[in-house]
């Protein structure tokens, strides 16, 4: 089955402690990203991938850091969190980044920092 | 640069209502337009796309058509049931965003029994 897995599905976590959020896709995907989702400001991109060894920042890149050594996996990295980072992380992924395309989303990710 | 703009939840009806979402767009080029749904608990699943000027989307009864002289893509179902409860999402993507989704606040629809 085509899909993309977040892991784990809910974290609580406490200020400054280090933590990784893993997605991992079997669809062959060029293209992956990281968003956040907040109540009343819809979905803002984190960071995103274009291909292995290629990211770049999103809208909203600060106090995160991401990698993309393999092509199905895409890991969000907080270095030292904060209560500001507590929301809903999707990771997504799609074939390439052209008129019309498809994205497929994971179930997320419900990060609580204290 | 490009923006999208959806009408504000929740959205209320009674099973068997007829919706409409509305979601207007800002964008220099010719985008392509989407509909996301959020069922509760779950990740975004494209519900329907449209990749140009008066294409019409459809999918599970839902319906959207490119407006572009109005810069609208408004959701609407004829006869909505209880397991239509989620969150829309509006969005699009075109060349002038190097094609990255550019999203609206999403709107809660709660469908009644």
């Known amino acids: 089955e085509a899909q993309v897995t977040q892991n784990p599905r809910y974290l609580i976590t406490v200020t400054g402690k280090k933590l990784t959020v893993t997605c991992s896709q079997n669809?062959?995907?060029?293209?992956m990203s990281w968003y956040r989702q907040d109540p009343g400001l819809g979905l803002r991109q984190i960071y995103y991938?274009?291909?292995?060894?290629?990211?770049d920042k999103g809208d909203v890149p600060e106090g995160y850091k991401v990698s993309r050594k393999e092509k199905r996996n895409f890991p969000l990295i907080l270095e030292s969190p904060s209560p500001n980072q507590t929301s809903l992380y999707f990771c997504?992924?799609?074939?390439?980044?052209?008129?019309?395309?498809?994205?497929?989303f994971g179930q997320g990710t419900r990060l609580t920092v204290v | 640069g490009d923006s999208v703009t959806q009408m504000e939840g929740p959205v209320t009806l009674s099973e068997e209502a007829f919706l409409t979402i509305n979601c207007t767009y800002t964008?220099?080029?010719?985008?392509?337009l989407f509909w996301y749904v959020q069922y509760p608990g779950e990740g975004l699943q494209l519900l329907l796309k449209?990749?140009?000027a008066d294409d019409k989307g459809s999918n599970k009864g839902f319906e959207a058509t490119y407006r572009k002289e109005t810069t609208s893509f408004h959701l609407e179902k004829g006869s909505v049931q209880v397991s239509d409860s989620a969150v829309y999402f509006c969005?699009?993507?075109?060349?002038?965003?190097?094609?990255?989704?550019?999203w609206g606040a999403g709107t809660k629809l709660i469908i009644k029994p």
């Open positions: 997504a992924s799609s074939s390439d980044q052209t008129v019309g395309t498809e994205a497929f």
């Open positions: 669809m062959n995907h060029e293209y």
């Open positions: 991938s274009m291909n292995v060894e290629v990211t």
């Open positions: 964008a220099t080029g010719y985008p392509s």
């Open positions: 449209a990749t140009k």
């Open positions: 969005a699009l993507s075109d060349v002038d965003s190097n094609y990255q989704l550019i």
